[in-house]
């Protein structure tokens, strides 16, 4: 069964085709970063156009590359939300068009359940099936959520069952790539800030932690994560050390010009910055990982899966490894092209949707806040 799968949530317009809901026969991104970073994040208004500009060319290309027509196609995934309404409009309706002129199957997809799947669709890829009950961490520029995933069917115990989720907890403010972004931007470092924080924070060779970020403790669920203090943070050191203004103006200048590359901007970084980067990624990590074992040995999971656009973190990446191996818990990301926003997870999600029976008439909205649990 291949299905068509369309993704318009945020700020990447993206098509893929999926066979049976775990080959990728074609996956297609359109990220509309260049447009938003003059503006240091994403704005809704101009990926809506973006989106409406892309979408058709997207879908050709991801048909193209599976070597499909759009009659070959069995069914049509397409996210319907959470996300930006104006973006998801775009696929929604482009989706239920197609669906309805090629007589096929509607099927809606959350987002957050995409993102599941394309932990599952790269374990396949490496011969795994992640063992279920998992404790599942999606982490992104808008969404830090932890939830439990099981199958509804106690004979089938992978992706192409229907999947329940239970969350258990969630970010109270901002999300972790949120403090990212936020952080890179108050430190002259571009946008997006999760690529280059992560490799300064890489390079940083052992300098000095000029300030220390404790940990963040949650008053009531202590599996909810809360990061805008920790941006507060780094935001008053800065403004407390004026010997960071120089250096802040001129990387602002470099990325003017239109240097933002690692190569560009780690000389223009000072130890104590270089210091500064590591610190804030540290208290990250150590929140993410330490929360997500916590909920994974409570609840007795199998396995954890970590996905969503921050799961691209290096040392987020090294740090569950090590902290999972101990714990003698199976560990499972996305390689960094399922982390980020796609369609192939959409698609994917679809399948197990369909299978469950879940469709949707023309009469299908967008719901910029679906709740995966
Ligand atoms: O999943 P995604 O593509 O879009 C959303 O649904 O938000 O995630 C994008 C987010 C951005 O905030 C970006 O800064 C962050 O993921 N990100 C990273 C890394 N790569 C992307 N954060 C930390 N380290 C990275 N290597
Ligand atoms: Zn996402």
Same mark, same amino acid.
């Given at each position: 069964m291949r299905i068509l799968g369309i993704e318009s949530s945020c700020d990447e317009t993206a098509a893929a085709v999926v066979a049976d809901g775990r080959e990728i026969l074609s996956s297609v991104v359109a990220s509309q970063i260049d447009i938003h970073r003059k503006y240091g994040g994403v704005v809704p208004e101009l990926a809506s156009r973006e989106h409406l500009r892309q979408i058709v060319p997207v879908v050709r290309e991801a048909l193209a590359q599976a070597g499909?027509?759009?009659?070959?196609?069995?069914a049509i995934g397409v996210t319907q939300g959470p996300g930006l309404v104006g973006a998801l409009l775009v696929g929604i309706t482009y989706g239920k068009t197609l669906a309805q002129s090629l007589g096929k199957p509607l099927v809606p997809v959350n987002h957050l359940e995409g993102h599941v799947h394309a932990v599952f669709l790269e374990a396949h890829k490496a011969g795994r099936v992640p063992k279920l009950p998992a404790m599942c961490l999606i982490v992104s520029g808008g969404h830090t959520v932890l939830c439990e995933v099981k199958s509804e069917n106690p004979a089938v115990q992978d992706a192409s069952a229907k999947l329940l989720y239970r969350k258990l907890g969630q970010t109270r403010d901002d999300a972790a790539g949120e403090a990212y972004d936020k952080v890179a931007k108050l430190l002259g470092?571009?946008?997006?800030g999760g690529p280059i924080l992560d490799r300064l924070a890489a390079a940083?060779?052992?300098?000095? $932690?000029?300030v220390k970020f404790g940990h963040t403790k949650m008053k009531g669920n202590a599996l909810d994560f809360s990061f805008s203090g920790l941006k507060t943070a780094v935001l008053y050191h800065v403004r407390e050390n004026a010997e960071y203004n120089e250096e802040i103006r001129h990387r602002e200048e470099a990325l003017a010009r239109g240097e933002r590359k690692f190569e560009h901007l780690l000389p223009l970084c000072s130890t104590k910055t270089l210091g500064l980067v590591r610190e804030f990624q540290n208290t990250v990590v150590r929140d993410l990982v330490e929360r997500t074992l916590s909920a994974a040995e409570q609840l007795s999971a199998e396995s954890i899966l970590v996905s969503g656009g921050?799961? $691209?973190?290096s040392q987020l990446r090294s740090t569950f490894e090590e902290r999972a191996k101990s714990a003698g818990i199976e560990v499972f990301f996305p390689s960094r092209v399922l982390s980020t926003d796609n369609a192939a997870m959409i698609a994917a999600a679809a399948y197990s949707r369909f299978r469950a029976g879940i469709l949707a008439d023309v009469s299908l909205n967008a719901d910029p806040s679906l709740a995966l649990a």
């Open positions: 499909m027509q759009l009659t070959d196609v069995d470092l571009g946008y997006p940083s060779n052992g300098a000095p $932690a000029p921050v799961a $691209a973190n």
